[in-house]
């Protein structure tokens, strides 16, 4: 679709303006949250004195955070961590979690109740039927100083049920690509899958639960290998995520480990998007007569993606175009003024559920395609 | 001077005619969502498509590979020779069904040329290759097996002719083979297993897709049941899964790739030949008889075979073979694809080209060691989406060079200067040993050196293959264990 060809209802276009007017209206806020002496976190704080504008006055809507340089995530390594920190939030209980970290230091950001929030706001858009509230959880993926792993426990306690874990240590599996280890891999692999088995064959009722796509498709094939399935084990409710996600393997998930859409195979699966800095984007249902494109929506106005030209990060491209993905946080615990991200998509327009900008078709940015490990786990 | 011809645009029959490449799974096309263009090398314009698969696919549909022999199983393995027969002539000469097209022989060429770089003429040879190995099964696989009955290998064993019972148990349902990218030539080692009533899962190389699929066609027009094949075109991930979930695959890859499976008897991995001449001490003062020997050992296909002669060995006059060879072999330039004079493959991947000419360069800065091909111009030739290396042949004073156990993907050779007391044990692996001796000690040391895999003693190019014998290892035993198997008639029930 090309912009020329982007056109939306009335309603959806009203929709969008006052989603618009919401997110002007919380970016202020939040810009004076990070900027005030009282509440801002030294962090910004700081910076405030190397801009050459006041975020206090001039920051009046979403398109003036343009003013802030992009935000570099290298500013993430290194401590002192509590730099981070609004005031207004100082004498809260504090997580740290890390991205990266294989060697050298990680790129560390801090939460007070951020990941607890988004993944509320996830467990709203999760069907009943599939995800059904008091289920128990198993959580298939990182372990360690990781969000995704707090996050999918809160969700599931949230949700009235206890969630189960495994043990994963994604920098080892870096190291072990690395080295070239592939048996190494192949066996810490089934290590982390025997768990997953373990705990969904003794009893336990786990109905629902979060995997990254290889680990999800490596489930299945144990299970298979074992003579059962994820629907005999009990599962009715799948989000996934946590690496890259292409249709082809939506496609191979539904169709054939899932033994077709939620209404024929019994299982619900959605993709979802997102990382440490930004929290969790949820996807549009995905169909095989979309050719299981998926399509991702940023809890907006808590953070915003924009797919913006390759050549001008400041300018979005057209519906339907190709550009690199920009990501936005802005909560009272963390600001992020434009991130570019290491992937690039398509842009979205705007629809009932989700009235503002997604992103679909996300994958590697090519410029960096080929220095990044993707999928690791 | 370096023609410029081939800057022209593409012939429009790659362009309108752009083919589909679909996996096969197990006979049955599958419609992937996710496409890779494969482009001709030179203008980087798509020339066809082909959809990808996820290791997942792949581990699917091993699951199910027991399948694929049961239906191989059906026909007898005679029967199937000569299917394979068919299917030889069918690949060589017939309009097929490739991808959502219909292939001719000649699109298939221009096809194979346009995205391995790989002259046409060197292409039609490669598949005359393919095809003779197909059209020779039966003599072939007598030879491989000794002359044994085939169906031996369906029951699992039989009567050998001397009263023994001999047993051979097939160790997989399907061979798997992770294949390379521009090297049409290695075909050969995967087509018996079909009459061997082993079904095939292959990653076809993501240049060279066009052999695997081609071939894969010309079987199942031949009447082989298309149940017995699968074609997953992906990344690492297919291939890594065709590696662990097949009990028997072969992978072609670099010294890295051949070191990473070495020991594994689940994996036949194939990489550099290093293969080699060496002249005796009794023969080396009349080397010019073997001149055009040396010159086809070492040029033929671009020198990127494993068979291409890598290292010519010598107690004497190297330096002088060395000169002679670079007068031959200097002065050759690119040329279109379509030229049938034309010599030299391109490097697809320009980057691989700079790569190996640094090496090349490095190995030139060690003290002994001379390009003796100083004199006949640039060696490296870039393009703007590929690039050329023409050929050098190096002369080194002592097999301590580093030169001396080299090898690169296009006609390089390095000229050791060795006493010929200390050629078999300097030479190092060496794929093809060509010994050009009549001395009968040398002779035999050639024959028991473990270094050399497939030897020719007298004037045989490294080229040259006999198909009638094994190749890095002979295909039967890599797929069937002879075991014991004995048989004794069960005491008769008191009450009969």
Redo the contacts between chains.
């Keep these: 679709m090309s912009t020329a060809d982007y056109t939306v209802s009335e309603e959806v276009a009203q929709q969008a303006s006052d989603a618009r007017a919401r997110l002007d209206e919380h970016t202020v806020k939040t810009v004076h949250w990070h900027f005030s002496e009282e509440t801002g976190s030294p962090f910004w704080l700081e910076k405030k004195a190397e801009l050459n504008f006041n975020p206090l006055t001039d920051v009046k809507s979403f398109d003036d955070l343009k003013k802030f340089p992009h935000f570099e995530d290298e500013w993430l390594r290194g401590g002192p961590v509590r730099r981070w920190v609004p005031k207004g939030h100082a004498n809260k209980p504090t997580y740290v979690f890390e991205t990266g970290g294989t060697t050298g230091i990680p790129k560390s950001r801090v939460v007070v109740e951020d990941h607890w929030k988004d993944y509320e706001l996830f467990s709203d858009t999760l069907p009943e039927k599939y995800f059904p509230q008091g289920s128990n959880w198993l959580m298939l993926g990182p372990s360690g100083p990781r969000r995704l792993r707090l996050a999918v426990e809160h969700l599931a306690q949230y949700r009235g049920g206890i969630c189960f874990c495994i043990d994963l240590d994604p920098r080892w599996v870096v190291k072990l690509i690395k080295k070239?280890w592939?048996d190494h891999l192949?066996e810490y692999k089934k290590h982390c899958i025997d768990q997953a088995v373990t705990v969904l064959t003794a009893g336990h009722d786990v109905k629902c639960m979060f995997a990254t796509p290889k680990l999800l498709?490596s489930l299945?094939?144990a299970l298979?290998?074992r003579g059962t399935s994820l629907q005999e084990c009990g599962i009715t409710g799948i989000f996934s995520g946590g690496t890259e996600f292409?249709?082809?393997?939506t496609?191979?998930?539904v169709e054939?480990?899932l033994g077709g859409p939620a209404e024929e195979g019994g299982v619900y699966m959605t993709p979802t998007y997102g990382n440490t800095l930004m929290g969790l984007a949820c996807s549009k249902p995905v169909t095989a007569a979309d050719?299981?494109k998926i399509s991702y929506f940023a809890p907006q106005p808590r953070a915003v993606t924009e797919v913006v030209t390759f050549d001008d990060y400041d300018q979005k491209v057209g519906y339907g175009e190709t550009g690199r993905v920009k990501l936005y946080t802005l909560t009272d615990e963390f600001f992020v003024p434009g991130f570019m991200e290491r992937d690039e998509g398509e842009r979205e327009a705007p629809f009932e559920t989700y009235p503002w900008d997604g992103v679909s078709g996300v994958r590697p940015f090519h410029e960096l395609a080929s220095a990044t490990t993707v999928g690791v786990y | 001077m370096i023609l410029l011809a081939f800057l022209l645009p593409v012939p429009s029959v790659f362009i309108a005619d752009m083919i589909t490449l679909s996996p096969l799974r197990w006979g049955k096309p599958y419609e992937?969502?996710?496409f890779t263009d494969v482009v001709h090398f030179d203008t980087g314009e798509p020339i066809a498509r082909v959809g990808?698969?996820?290791?997942?696919?792949v581990?699917?549909d091993m699951?199910k590979a027991h399948k694929a022999r049961e239906a191989l199983l059906q026909f007898s393995a005679e029967d199937l020779v000569e299917r394979c027969k068919r299917a030889a002539v069918l690949f060589e000469s017939a309009d097929l069904s490739v991808g959502d097209s219909l292939q001719s022989v000649d699109q298939f060429v221009h096809q194979q040329s346009a995205s391995t770089g790989l002259p046409e003429h060197m292409c039609r040879s490669n598949m005359a290759k393919n095809s003779f190995v197909l059209s020779n099964i039966d003599q072939i696989l007598n030879c491989l097996t000794r002359g044994l009955d085939l169906s031996i290998f369906s029951r699992g064993y039989g009567e050998e002719g001397r009263g023994v019972i001999v047993s051979y148990q097939s160790q997989t349902p399907v061979l798997g083979a992770v294949l390379p990218n521009n090297s049409p030539g290695v075909h050969t080692l995967w087509l018996p297993a079909i009459p061997l009533q082993v079904g095939l899962a292959l990653k076809p190389g993501s240049q060279e897709p066009w052999t695997p699929y081609r071939m894969v066609s010309a079987f199942i027009e031949a009447g082989i049941p298309a149940e017995a094949f699968g074609l997953y075109p992906g990344g690492h991930d297919a291939g890594?899964a065709i590696m662990?979930k097949t009990p028997r695959s072969m992978i072609f890859g670099s010294a890295q790739t051949v070191a990473?499976h070495e020991g594994n008897p689940r994996v036949q991995a194939h990489g550099p030949g290093f293969s080699k001449v060496l002249i005796g001490d009794d023969v080396v003062d009349d080397w010019e008889n073997y001149l055009d020997l040396l010159v086809e050992s070492v040029l033929s296909n671009s020198g990127r075979s494993c068979i291409n002669c890598s290292g010519i060995w010598a107690s004497r006059h190297t330096r002088e073979i060395a000169a002679a060879i670079a007068e031959k072999i200097g002065t050759v330039d690119v040329l279109p694809p379509s030229d049938p004079d034309a010599q030299l493959a391109a490097f697809t991947v320009p980057a691989m080209a700079n790569g190996t000419y640094a090496m090349v360069q490095q190995d030139l800065a060690e003290s002994g060691v001379e390009d003796m091909t100083a004199d006949f111009g640039e060696k490296l030739v870039e393009r703007e989406h590929c690039a050329y290396l023409r050929p050098m042949v190096v002369h080194a004073d002592s097999p301590d060079r580093q030169v001396a156990s080299k090898e690169y993907m296009f006609p390089f050779v390095s000229v050791v200067e060795c006493p010929q007391d200390q050629m078999l044990k300097r030479i190092g692996s060496t794929l093809v040993g060509t010994v050009l001796t009549q001395d009968p000690k040398l002779i035999h040391a050639a024959g028991s050196s473990v270094d050399i895999d497939r030897v020719n003693i007298g004037p045989i190019p490294t080229n040259r293959l006999n198909w009638l014998q094994p190749h890095e290892g002979n295909l039967i035993d890599f797929l069937y264990r002879s075991r014991a198997y004995q048989v004794a008639d069960m005491p008769v029930p008191a009450h009969a």
């Design positions: 070239g592939m192949e498709e299945g094939e298979d290998e292409t249709p082809q393997w496609k191979f998930c054939e480990l050719n299981y | 992937s969502l996710d990808n698969v996820g290791g997942g696919i581990g699917r699951r890594g662990t990473q």
